[in-house]
């Protein structure tokens, strides 16, 4: 009988808090740091990521709030479902904040639980 090995990303990593390095972080708590981290990096442009890490919301400044909430859950999909520890995200709602912003929250279902979401997007 041959066992299927399964590589997964470890969860375990260092904590970061107000941009400095304080101890060690694990499973949900470090699912919430990993998935704000995307959401934080804009795709394609570091060299030190791969091109499957980040999220693309460049291409959504400037544009109408109604493009951007009819992009905004795949653009966030497309950037954290690379991630094999997220499972599903669901419950997408978008709140207009200002006139320029939209505040896109959505509940994350990983492999060590559900995590609720908040990111501030820029749309103009």
């Given amino acids: 009988m041959d066992e299927e090995i399964i590589d997964q990303i470890p969860s375990r990593t260092y904590r970061v808090q107000n941009g400095r390095i304080a101890g060690w972080i694990d499973e949900l708590g470090a699912m919430r740091q990993a998935i704000e981290k995307v959401l934080q990096t804009e795709r394609f442009t570091w060299p030190i990521y791969t091109d499957n890490y980040g999220i693309e919301l460049q291409d959504l400044m400037g ?18 479902l690379v991630d094999e520890r997220i499972i599903d995200l669901t419950h997408f709602t978008l709140t207009q904040e200002s006139r320029t912003t939209i505040l896109v929250s959505f509940l994350a279902i990983t492999l060590y639980g559900q995590i609720h979401i908040e990111q501030e997007v820029i749309t103009k």
Avoid: N, P
């Avoid at 544009?63 to 954290?80: P, S, T």
């Fill in 63 to 80: 544009q109408e709030h109604d493009l951007v909430r009819a992009e905004i859950e795949r653009v966030v999909g497309e950037a954290l």
